[in-house]
């Protein structure tokens, strides 16, 4: 893969940034309500503090007006202030971005391991018992709603059992890479659960696809043991079509597990997202919105740079 072919895709995202944040910004100053809707109903704050407010950040011009003026912010680095804090809200992201990026991290390294073997064994062991009982495992796995399977292990694991805290990031106090791991168990599993069943699903078909080829028979008429088939031959190919799958799934884990974090009470930005939609916090939900479409075009880049890395015969220039 050539540089010029990497910076091509670059510049070509440039327009279908600018297209999402426009869709964005007008999506949510359509919806009703506004951001001071939270001041309104509290006395202690007079109309004219509103209207200082609504002035302060540029709410009394016009809607197009707005748009750009944000734009151009965002373009220089400013992305503005929450309205709820009053905290810079790139200082309000990278405060969670590392929660998030732990969490997640540690789901699709779960989610992989997880998915690997059990791809590989029910294409392998296809129609078998086996194959049927990883496959019911499976379609649970991607059915179970996911605030159902969190409150259901919050409730065995920490109220029944008592083994792990039931929410939160630490225990007060306590910082001890114990604690962080103990607090990390249960948001992480229920997280890389249903990624994990939907890409053990993807690599069987993937890799019965794969088995079916000419080149995997001659292997075996050579000689080749199954071990040595699936490494040399039939995995690495198999791996291709579940990239994409991967890279659209890592980049909505960076975007915010929403549900799990909120559930867990887990300080990333999927639940600053559900703080800033309660407070009507604009500008913090416009950097998060285009935090997440910008991690998806740069995950769509880096699955391009793994095709290339898994299949070398797969060329971009």
């Known amino acids: ?39 309104t109903d509290n006395p202690s704050v007079t109309p004219a503090a509103l209207e200082h407010i609504r002035r302060a950040y540029g709410l009394d011009r016009p809607v197009p007006l707005q748009y750009l003026m944000w734009l151009r912010s965002m373009v220089i680095g400013d992305w503005g202030f929450s309205i709820r804090t009053g905290r810079p809200v790139l200082a309000e992201i990278a405060d969670r971005l590392p929660a998030t990026l732990l969490l997640g991290g540690s789901a699709m390294v779960l989610a992989l391991s997880l998915a690997l073997p059990v791809g590989v064994l029910t294409a392998l062991h296809r129609s078998s018992r086996l194959d049927h009982l990883l496959t019911l495992l499976s379609f649970s796995g991607i059915s179970i709603p996911v ?5 259901m292990l919050q409730l065995l694991f920490s109220i029944l059992l008592g083994w792990l805290p039931a929410a939160g990031y630490t225990t007060f106090g306590d910082a001890s890479l114990g604690d962080r791991l103990a ?17 053990s699903r993807f690599l069987r078909s993937s ?20 071990a040595g088939m699936l ?15 991967m890279a659209l799934d890592i980049a909505s884990i960076i975007s915010g597990a929403v549900i799990t974090e909120t559930v867990f009470a887990w300080p990333g930005i999927g639940r600053l997202f559900i703080e800033s939609m309660d407070g009507r916090d604009y500008p913090v939900l416009m950097g998060l919105m285009m935090t997440g479409s910008l991690a998806l075009v740069l995950a769509n880049l880096a699955a391009d740079i793994a095709y290339a890395v898994i299949d070398p015969r797969i060329r971009f220039g």
């Open 1 to 39: 893969m050539s540089p010029a072919y990497l910076l091509r895709q670059l510049l070509g995202a440039i327009p279908l940034l600018l297209a999402i944040s426009l869709i964005l910004f007008a999506i949510i100053h359509l919806a009703p309500g506004g951001p001071l809707d939270m001041y």
């Open 147 to 151: 605030f159902w399977l969190a409150l």
């Open 183 to 199: 607090h990390l168990a249960m948001p992480a599993c229920v997280l890389s659960l249903a990624t994990a069943a939907g890409w």
């Open 207 to 226: 890799l019965l696809d794969v088995l079916r080829q000419d080149y995997i028979r001659t292997a075996y008429a050579k000689g080749q043991t199954t």
């Open 231 to 245: 490494l040399h031959h039939a995995l690495r190919n198999a791996l291709v079509p579940m990239v994409t799958v």
